[in-house]
């Protein structure tokens, strides 16, 4: 940096921090971050999701401190920012609006805008919550299809796409696109060849015996797009599904252990109350307690991030079983030869 440059920034810096009111100071901090998601958004190919996501982490930051500007970043001003978003935030999705913060400030700090560094220093423990892992047993599975509900077409559809969710783990997205073209048969068998709308990964497979059959149960059928199945909103989805637990009669409960700052709270819920994306679950659930490899599932899954698999790993009952059994056989081992 030349003399003349230097001076010119010195300068810059004087103005701002000394004659710019801290009302021309935030509409910059604003005007800066917004320009930041737009350019972003495009370099990056943003989803429309994602990029909501930013727009409303930018307007939390104003709703929590209109004034908000470079030099407000400091320990007092962060404490506050997470205790506002804790009104409505667990602490995996604080945990989510401070990294996006956090880049944004990266970026700002290497394009010489005037960030306060205490916000480099910032910090927090943020204890993760524990929530249980949504799936069905075989026997709720096996009971599922064998449940009488021909009285309810809409329920009888409703099974029908949800227990072949349960032996392909497709996600709503991929089930709601999937054609007929999308299957093929070679053989006796049948193979799902897809790409999945969220990863953009290729999937192939030979279908299970029970997907075969809700797959022939429906391919005569003609429907808009030539899609597979009719399936319904997501959200109307999830509600015939609600309906389904009941009727089947589901037992039991989910225990959750949710955070907020540092506090947290045992939240229950009912087994019966079943979500589209327990199905994903279940399929992963069981090929680990079938002794499949991981990495596999993961693949055939498209799991592109095998941390996204751990919950699964730790509810990997089988597994546990066969430790605390060789844990039992070494003291019985040993207390016999004593």
Request: proline share 2%.
């Amino acid at each position: 940096m030349t003399k003349l440059e230097f001076l010119e920034e010195l300068k810059k810096r004087f103005n701002y921090a000394f004659r710019e009111s801290s009302e021309v100071r935030s509409e910059e901090f604003f005007y800066i971050m917004n320009s930041y998601i737009e350019s972003t958004s495009q370099e990056k190919s943003w989803s429309a999701r994602y990029r909501d996501e930013w727009e409303r982490v930018m307007n939390g930051l104003r709703s929590y401190r209109p004034s908000t500007n470079w030099a407000c970043f400091n320990e007092d001003y962060m404490n506050g920012y997470l205790r506002f978003l804790a009104r409505t935030m667990l602490n995996e999705k604080i945990k989510k609006n401070l990294e996006k913060l956090r880049e944004f400030l990266n970026w700002a700090r290497l394009k010489k805008y005037p960030v306060n560094e205490d916000f480099f220093l910032y910090k927090p423990k943020l204890a993760s919550s524990k929530i249980a892992v949504r799936f069905l047993t075989v026997d709720e599975i096996l009971h599922l299809m064998r449940l009488e509900v021909a009285h309810s077409t809409i329920l009888e559809q409703t099974r029908d796409f949800f227990v072949f969710q349960c032996f392909t783990a497709l996600r709503y997205s991929d089930l709601q696109k999937l054609k007929k073209t999308n299957i093929s048969q070679e053989g006796d068998d049948y193979y799902l060849d897809t790409l999945t709308t969220k990863d953009k990964d290729r999937i192939n497979f030979r279908l299970a015996k029970p997907a075969v059959a809700i797959y022939l149960k429906y391919v005569d059928y003609e429907y808009d797009n030539g899609v597979l199945f009719p399936i319904l909103t997501n959200q109307k989805y999830n509600e015939h599904l609600k309906e389904l637990g009941a009727v089947a009669e589901i037992e039991g409960e989910y225990v959750d252990y949710q955070c907020r700052l540092s506090e947290t709270t045992e939240v229950h819920s009912l087994r019966k109350d079943i979500q589209s994306h327990d199905a994903r679950r279940t399929f992963v659930v069981t090929a680990l307690n079938e002794g499949e490899d991981v990495t596999t599932i993961a693949l055939l899954t498209s799991h592109s991030d095998l941390k996204a698999m751990m919950p699964y790993i730790q509810l990997h009952n089988k597994g546990k079983g066969k430790v605390i059994d060789a844990i039992d056989a070494a003291f019985d081992r040993t207390d016999a030869e004593n």
